[in-house]
């Protein structure tokens, strides 16, 4: 079995570390240039990057009747905050209200505080809390140019929850936000197990996305979580089994396609 790996980083832990078992069970791992054709389709491509070479080429292979993980249309989706809330609330899941608003220093009137976000998302994008007009200024010198969107401020418990699925195995941490004070974005020591309703939320993303690696990001709301991000095939650093379920997910999209192999002992 031929996988293919479509990625700017093939020494990603979780990515690198699927790539290794799959070798093991006998399979070819090749990374594909994103600005390049593939002369034969592999038996699965894994879609990591998120650029738009990245994308064309996903979107060229599935033409050609490649299996990709995630599709090129999911992963796209899910780089627009704009589009990416209105799925998730028609669709009846607990997004937070996200409001395109143009580039930071077009926001009139704003009622602080409220969170700003890059309308598209990527690696280093603007994630800030706006507690007042100063810092509003600031963030409009620094970023003159990006298009964002705007979020209400939900304080919470200061702890992001994070859920990463990955062929329906749901992975977690909890860290502590970004936008509280304090060691922002440090991991919870501690061993967290979500609670069953977020975990079938977390899946429930997964279905209306079309996503089967994904990641969801949730925060704790007055009367229930509140979903603040939806990312297509992220880290999902330092999770037990997260890279056996990846390299599972690549055999069984591959067997479902006629090429099975030997399952992950």
């Not at 899946?203 to 925060?219: K, M, N, Q, S, W």
Request: proline share 6%.
């Amino acid at each position: 079995m031929r996988v293919g790996l479509i990625t700017g980083n093939p020494g990603h832990p979780v990515l690198a570390a699927a790539a290794e078992l799959l070798v093991r069970r006998g399979c070819r791992v090749e990374v594909v240039a994103s600005g390049g054709s593939e002369a034969s389709l592999a038996d699965v491509y894994l879609l990591k990057a998120r650029t738009p070479q990245a994308l064309a080429l996903a979107r060229e292979l599935e033409q050609r009747g490649a299996a990709v993980v995630n599709s090129a249309a999911a992963t796209e989706l899910c780089q627009d905050r704009v589009r990416m809330a209105e799925l998730a609330r028609g669709a009846g899941l607990p997004f937070a209200t996200t409001v395109a608003a143009g580039r930071p220093a077009e926001l009139a009137d704003p009622t602080y505080p409220f969170v700003v976000k890059s309308r598209h998302s990527r690696h280093h994008d603007l994630v800030a809390l706006v507690d007042g007009a100063a810092r509003l200024r600031e963030l409009a010198e620094r970023w003159p140019e990006e298009e964002v969107v705007t979020q209400p401020y939900v304080p919470g418990s200061g702890w992001d929850q994070k859920l990463w699925v990955v062929d329906g195995q749901v992975f977690a941490a909890r860290r502590r936000s970004e936008l509280s004070s304090g060691d922002g974005g440090s991991v919870d020591a501690g061993e967290w197990e979500p609670p069953a309703g977020l975990a079938a939320l977390a899946l429930r993303v997964g279905e209306v996305f079309g996503l089967e690696v994904y990641g969801v990001d949730l925060l704790d709301g007055a009367a229930e979580p509140v979903i603040v991000d939806v990312n297509a095939f992220p880290g999902v650093r330092g999770r037990p089994g997260a890279p056996e379920a990846l390299a599972g997910l690549a055999l069984r999209v591959a067997g479902a396609r006629g090429r099975a192999g030997a399952p992950l002992g």
